[in-house]
């Protein structure tokens, strides 16, 4: 922590750019460094879809051959999930987690590094199959005993799934020591920030879930490479195993991939709403038991070996949906009443609720055992799990990008691109995996290449296609929009969207130190209360003061403690604006545009659309 | 390089006197705290292995499978399970000796740990040696070999590392690095050791003694 008085110094020497990039260890560049990675691999990945899609665009062999076909799509998922949304949240968590606890960077700066150094050689060792005689081919699920065949590409396929999970491992130690000990003082776990809160969660996680991974991982390479019999039944082994093992890891995995999602959406919308997060408490309470339960469910793959105890598992997908609708119902009341500004990031983390609410839905079809089993591998599945990680991990990885960027650059991406960015995807992702439900339950299989002619699967097959090179394209204006930002003024100031946490109190990119100075935190918002009078000069006898609250015996401090008179206080003087809900949080939540005495004295380009 | 910001101009305010100093020097100490969190990763990575361990135990007729009636508790693993918990007896010893600030102490109860490291993982190989030769029991002879090997294996991996990491807290105890107030790689080292052992004496109970 006493970075904060050495940095200034640290400017002082002169090293090259690249030198500077490949071996810094503070914590804003080794996040840029992340999400400039995993965006490549985002389009990697993409391209890869795009084969795919154009492949079952219209049924027979296009241009394909089923190999090939079974690399492209192992490839595709291994590399969406473990070298795009994976990184792209821990870079994100990495730029950001630090400055929003006041921190100078993380616990373990040069073990995170260290993380993402892993990153670009796990992805080298994925693709490298390609050069060694073919990638890896059994599916991202690499279940044995398709996987136990021979190839290098398995091998190398495990060999990285190693080396990214130790990164992802090392990572989630990092933040959780840099969440336990590097919180400045009076910020209490119960006034962290919700992106916090889920990278916390997040790193449970990754902690608890990993090493399994990378235990059946080994596993699988001692039955390839060594004789081993752990998944060959003809040496006493046992195939099902490998799916125990797998789902153990990969059940609390997709929490992992969509809780920071969670955490951007829980960011976004009080900012963009004009209102204080409704149900603070609930939202931690569901992220921890989300958290929790993710650990209990992961048989709800594996209804159909008839190896596993239905009731029970079937119980627990049924109750993991409980603190996810709770979440969603909060962010409904969120934004309940409030002064929406449809800026991007908003658009983005309301098409997050929307689409988010189908896959969750398609996921509660699929704890019906029943139903489950009429299902099971068929592109019903894809469209739930692609409805969870576009439409949930990628609306919300974007709703961060837009919401942050100004952060990282100083530059406030174009409105009109952002927009016409959202529309594509939004469309775009409907348009391909809607009509994967009706093919699924026509019975269409997943990982297949061809399917005959007269099965009726053609039409939908085509929209989905349709639909995917949208999504495709919608990359073309967010590219371009960053593009003509990066090289355009950086002139978006500290706190461009009016926002509430420590994040937006220090410079715009942050100094190397993070912070000169820090707001006092007496509540979840801190730079509210700051930007607001609620902590100016109070009588310390007030319960705000001792630090007692976050909002609810705030309402009954007396105005005059609280800086300004209150408009939600008075019998006449409520705005269709200022709702009764608001002031049950906290009764200075009035929108920032109905004081005008405050909006006038501050040049404040919140409004993006508004700028020339 | 100084940075001004027209959102925060107050200077730090302090809101209550036992905050002044921040979490960080409050509780347990960072890089304690992260090797706390590394062994739980590596407490999952045991509980895969262990899995698998059970699951085929379940599912076979007979355990251990027939003709495997050489994997018992004779000499050589029952010194060798002697030994690491010694090991773990004497690296105890060390944190206690530096916690008290004697560094002469604190280096020989560290060499000792590392001689008896070296010795447990010495058996092992010998071990091996034995169990490959006179009986051709290999990680190929069918689903215990298998087992046997992969759990023992990361196991002797572990006390490997275990054995470099003593080894670098003994270079640095003999430079005089450590003293009463600042020895917690002293402590950390400690306790991934303490938990190879525990991870040992599972391992001890569950292949030689439960059968």
Known sequence: MATTTLAPRAGTYRRSMVYEWLTTTDHKKIGALYIATSFLFFLLGGVYALFIRAELAVPGLQFLDPETYNQLFTIHGTTMIFLFVMPM??????????????????????INALSYWMIPLGGLLLFSGY?????????????????????????????????????????????????????????????????????????????????????????????????????????????ILWQHIFWFFGHPEVYILILPAFGVVSEVLPVFSRKPLFG??????????????????????????????????????????????IKIFNWLATMWGGKLRLS?????????????????????????VPFDFHVQDTYWVVSHLHYVLVAGSVFGIFAALYYWFPKMTGGLLDERLGKIHWVLLFIGTNLAFFPQHLLGLDGMIRRIIDYAPNAGWMELNLLSTIGAFMIGVSTLPFMWNVFITLRGPRDAGDDPWDANTLEWATTSPPPPYNFEALPPIRSERPLFDLKHGAVEDRAASTPAAR????????????????????????????????????????????????????SEARDDPRRPEDRP | MTAHTDVVRVPHQQEDPHEATGHAEQGMNTALLGMLLFIGSEVMFFAGLFAAYFNARAAAPEWPPQGIDFIVPSLIPVVATLILILSSATMQWAVWRIRKGDRTGMNRAIAITLLLGVVFLGMQAYDYYELLTHHGFGINSGIYGTLFYTLTGFHGAHVFGGVVGISIILLRGVAGQFSARHHIAVEAVSAYWHFVDVVWIALFVTLYLLH
């Open chain 1, 89 to 110: 949240t821990t870079g994100l968590a990495n730029y950001i987690v630090p400055l929003q606890i006041g921190a100078a960077d993380m616990a373990f700066p040069r």
């Open chain 1, 344 to 368: 991007t990031p908003m658009l983005f983390a309301m098409g997050f609720i929307a689409l988010f609410l189908i896959g969750g839905l398609d996921g509660a079809f699929l704890a019906v």
């Open chain 1, 131 to 239: 050069a060694l005689g073919g990638a890896a081919n059994a599916g991202w699920t690499g279940y044995a005993p398709l996987s136990a065949r021979e190839g290098i590409g398995i091998d190398l396929w495990i060999a990285s799934l190693v080396l990214l999970g130790t990164s992802s491992i090392l990572g989630a130690i990092n933040f959780l020591a840099t969440i336990f000990k590097m919180r400045a003082p009076g910020l209490t776990l119960m006034r962290m920030p919700l992106f916090v809160w889920n990278t916390l969660v997040t790193s449970v996680l990754l902690l608890f879930a990993v090493p399994v991974l990378t235990a059946g991982l080994m596993m699988l390479f001692i039955d390839r490479n060594y004789g081993g019999g752990f998944f060959d039944p003809a040496l006493g082994g046992n195939p």
């Open chain 1, 547 to 598: 630090g007692e609250t976050h909002g609810e015996t705030r309402a009954d401090a007396p105005e005059e403690v609280l800086g300004e008179p209150i408009e939600g206080h008075d019998d006449d003087g409520g705005t269709p604006g200022a709702t009764p809900q608001v002031s049950e949080h906290a009764p200075d939540a009035t929108p920032r545009d109905e004081r005008p005495e405050r």
């Open chain 1, 280 to 325: 603070y408490k609930a939202f931690v309470f569901a992220t921890a038991s989300i958290g929790a339960l993710g650990f209990s469910v992961w048989a709800h793959h594996m209804f159909t070996t008839g190896a596993v105890y239905l009731p029970f598992f079937s119980f627990f997908t049924f109750l993991i949906a409980v603190p996810t609708g």
